[in-house]
């Protein structure tokens, strides 16, 4: 069964760093998204992407955050200067056209110190 | 996106049927119910998802009040690995996570 993965599983950064998590969506997919989840805490919508750009956003994306597809297989997060607060589990999905089931890959679990 | 609330836990035996409640009372027309679940630190999987009919797979069923103001999730026969925190979500092609249920299975 086709699956969403994420790399890495797990990254250790410094405060201040650039960090760029990757996803692979599901190959026929058209949209897609980042979630973030804080440890104990809920999982928050970060930002849809559509047809090579954001469909919606939410107020924690905020410009320390940007997303890409740069080839037809990769969906990538960056945080461009990373606080301590933007540790958490990071999240991708994707969803088929027509569809309305969003599946979501295994999560990237960052950690800023 | 529409408000719901769930219980914030629930215990069910093996074997038994888990009943999931959500309140979703400020649902729109065009809005769906969406049920994820999420185990330990897991990815959230999709459960089922429903406009106005009740739905079955081969997970769960989902039965919708006819006002759609409140749902139940279905687990018609639960085992260990149901042990999950359930969430349901109003919207149109998006999903919006609240607190969610946890859902403890009792051998």
């Known amino acids: 069964e086709p699956e969403v993965t994420q790399t890495p599983s797990h990254q250790v950064t410094q405060m201040g760093q650039e960090v760029i998590l990757r996803c692979v969506p599901i190959?026929?997919?058209?949209?897609f998204y980042w979630y973030r989840q804080i440890l104990g805490q809920k999982v928050e919508f970060l930002v849809s992407f559509y047809n090579n750009e954001i469909s919606e956003k939410s107020e924690i994306f905020d410009d320390q955050f940007s997303v890409e597809r740069p080839d037809g297989s990769n969906f990538t997060l960056k945080i461009r200067s990373t606080k301590l607060e933007d540790s958490a589990m990071y999240f991708c999905?994707?969803?088929?056209?027509?569809?309305?089931?969003?599946?979501f890959g295994p999560g990237t679990r960052l950690l800023v110190l | 996106d529409a408000k719901t609330t769930q219980p914030p836990s629930m215990d069910c035996a093996e074997g038994r049927a888990a009943n999931l409640p959500c309140n979703h009372s400020t649902i729109s027309g065009n809005e769906y119910v969406y049920w994820y679940r999420q185990i330990h630190s897991q990815g959230p999987q999709y459960i089922i998802h429903g406009l106005k009919n009740n739905e079955t797979n081969e997970m769960a069923s989902l039965i919708i009040t006819e006002d759609r103001k409140s749902s139940t999730l279905i687990l018609p026969h639960a085992t260990l690995r149901d042990t999950a925190v359930y969430y349901c979500s109003g919207g149109y092609q998006k999903v919006t996570f609240g607190t969610g249920t946890k859902l403890q299975v009792i051998p």
């Open positions: 190959s026929n997919h058209l949209y």
């Open positions: 999905a994707s969803r088929g056209w027509g569809q309305e089931t969003q599946y």
